[in-house]
């Protein structure tokens, strides 16, 4: 299963638009959601229409919320060292 979705995900991720023809921007509001979260609705919402069964664990690997969440830990963190 993971591996079917890390594929679908190579297969897409450079497109405009999902299997629902929608654009990843259409997922929420562009200045207050981060992109990578965009992109994770609009590939569940991808993998649903083509049915495709998913792992949240994979999907968040391959929009790269799990990088920007590290990411935002690592900088949260440092901010508290400078306080």
Not at 13 to 39: F, I, V
Not at 52 to 68: A, E, Q, R, W
């Amino acid at each position: 299963m993971r591996e079917r979705v890390r594929k679908e995900w190579w297969s897409i991720c450079g497109k405009t638009y999902n299997a629902c023809e929608r654009p990843a921007s259409s997922y929420g509001d562009l200045s207050r959601t981060p992109w990578c979260y965009l992109k994770k609705r609009w590939f569940i919402d991808h993998l649903n229409k083509k049915g495709i069964p998913y792992d949240d664990l994979v999907v968040d690997d391959v929009t790269g919320v799990t990088f920007y969440e590290s990411q935002k830990r690592t900088s949260q963190a440092y901010m508290r060292k400078l306080r």
